[in-house]
């Protein structure tokens, strides 16, 4: 598989919605500057990433920062389109999502397209002031995300560090419906600032997540 063909795959992305959009009733807000909440390391590494999938889901006293770009937890299908155009968009492929929170301020997932699968993690930076994300690949590359909300609804995410020279990843997503069980996903690959492909991706929340995952199963 080429280069971008590998990148293609690695993209995994982030959910945002509309500001009017409520979070789950059974969690709330709290400010981040003011929380005792988990640090965020200098460095991430592929122990932080899998140490934070293994902990139990918890969406209580979430960050207020992440109320418009985390999704609902539970499991998502995931349906994407590919192609070098646009109009081109003939290569079809599904992968399954499995989304939690934990540490109150960390959103995690995982994602198997039958494969592979990857591990990511977004969180909000307040030192940095925005929200970042970052994306353990299967041959152990983290990729690095940077993000910021222009409208109500759309959160668009700029590649900071990837595995290749002069490539850049750009990802646009958005809400469709108010309980957030529905998103879609826009995205580019360049390399040396020439758009090389193209991403579409249908998200589809299918249910909550399996046994195993909450905190009544944490020891």
């Known amino acids: 598989?080429?280069?971008v063909g590998l990148l293609l795959g690695a993209i995994v992305v982030i959910g945002c919605g509309e500001q009017k959009v409520a979070l789950d009733k059974s969690a709330s807000e709290t400010d981040s500057a003011?929380?005792?909440f988990t640090p965020l390391p200098e460095t991430i590494t592929?122990?932080?990433i899998m140490g934070l999938w293994?902990?139990?889901h918890d969406g209580r006293e979430t960050v207020k920062e992440l109320a418009g770009v985390r999704r609902r937890e539970g499991v998502w299908k995931v349906v994407t389109t590919t192609g070098p155009d646009e109009r081109e968009m003939t290569n079809t492929s599904e992968a399954t999502m499995t989304v939690k929170m934990v540490d109150r301020r960390f959103q995690v997932w995982q994602w198997s397209d039958g494969q592979a699968i990857e591990y990511s993690f977004l969180t909000y930076d307040p030192d940095a002031e925005r929200n970042r994300?970052?994306?353990?690949l299967p041959d152990g590359f983290i990729m690095e995300w940077s993000g910021e909300r222009y409208l109500r609804d759309l959160v668009e995410w700029e590649t900071v560090k990837v595995p290749g020279e002069g490539v850049r990843m750009t990802v646009r997503e958005t809400l469709l419906t108010e309980d957030r069980r529905k998103l879609k996903m826009a995205g580019e690959i360049k390399v040396n600032d020439e758009v090389v492909a193209y991403r579409k991706d249908d998200f589809t929340w299918v249910s909550e997540l399996p046994e195993g995952h909450g905190l009544s199963e944490a020891k």
């Open 54 to 56: 293994a902990k139990p």
């Open 1 to 3: 598989m080429t280069k």
């Open 34 to 36: 003011s929380a005792d």
């Open 46 to 48: 592929k122990d932080f």
């Open 133 to 136: 994300w970052w994306g353990l």
